[in-house]
């Protein structure tokens, strides 16, 4: 290998150390200062060719009509978001309590392994499977119940960072909406002309894919969420706001459907619990 070679792979190893490094530091030291700015920047990034559209129509200046855009977005999505955590938050908590009070998952692993150990002819072992299995269970459905309790008290601790969070980002997105245009222009004239095209390229193709790619994938959750959530109270399942949030959000990961979720619970209906449960799910 030459010495061009050589300088040039060294130069490119320091060039990645130094953008690792200095993504490290900034995700772990900057990046709560920076997050509201940058969200509140996207917000009026994203709500700025609606109020466009609706000023042409109404004509009232595209600035007012961004910032209640902005304002209408920002308290109804938080409004909406909290309810949905400390509803979500209450039926996991609910969820998890009966399975620990009416021993549900572990009368499941009983009649699993009954057959089996009537299959094998060794009672005795089966018998001591049955007392293993129940102490693990009970032991696992106790470390989660309070796993949860801890993340809640640590999340209440927290609620005065959260709420300094929101207020910075609401009061900035606020400013964003008013002088989003000034604000870019500053921007792109301080950088340097290469990094001023790149950044403006980057903004005309990767993030209006990337705000399409988003709108795309919250509709078909919403889709898939309102559908379990009708299928789910016509069949009478309990918890079916909980179970209808997992399964949407499961359906929006790659190589995981709505079936991970639905054919093992209705093969097990079927085989253990309620046949008209299994076939209708």
């Not at 990046?31 to 009026?44: E, G, K």
């Not at 290469?194 to 990337?210: A, E, G, V």
Request: net charge positive; glycine share 6%.
């Amino acid at each position: 290998m030459n010495k061009e070679k050589i300088e040039y792979y060294s130069h490119l190893t320091v060039f990645i150390l130094g953008v690792g490094i200095f993504l490290y530091l900034f995700l772990k030291y900057m990046l709560f200062s920076v997050l509201p700015f940058l969200i509140a920047w996207t917000i009026a990034f994203a709500l700025r060719p609606f109020a466009r559209r609706i000023s042409n129509g109404t004509h009232i200046p595209c600035k007012i009509i961004s910032v209640l855009l902005t304002l209408l977005i920002l308290v109804g999505g938080l409004s909406v978001i909290a309810t949905a955590i400390a509803y979500a938050l209450g039926e996991a908590w609910n969820f998890l309590r009966d399975i620990t009070e009416s021993d549900a998952l572990y009368n499941t692993f009983l009649k699993i392994i009954n057959p089996l150990g009537g299959l094998l002819g060794d009672k005795e072992g089966a018998a001591e499977l049955e007392v293993n299995i129940s102490e693990a269970v009970k032991s696992a459905l106790t470390s989660l119940l309070s796993g949860l309790l801890e993340a809640l008290t640590a999340f209440a601790s927290n609620i005065p960072r959260v709420l300094l969070f929101i207020l910075i980002t609401v009061i900035s997105s606020v400013y964003f909406s008013l002088d989003l245009d000034r604000i870019n222009s500053f921007v792109i004239k301080a950088l340097p002309k290469k990094i001023s095209s790149s950044l403006i390229s980057f903004k005309n193709r990767f993030l209006k894919t990337l705000l399409k790619y988003l709108r795309a994938y919250l509709i078909i959750m919403l889709v898939t969420f309102i559908t379990m959530l009708f299928g789910f109270l016509v069949l009478r399942v309990k918890y079916a706001v909980l179970f209808a949030f997992i399964v949407a959000l499961l359906d929006a990961l790659p190589l995981i459907g709505v079936g991970t979720v639905l054919v093992p619970w209705s093969v097990y209906q079927l085989i253990f619990g309620k046949s008209s449960l299994g076939i209708g799910l």
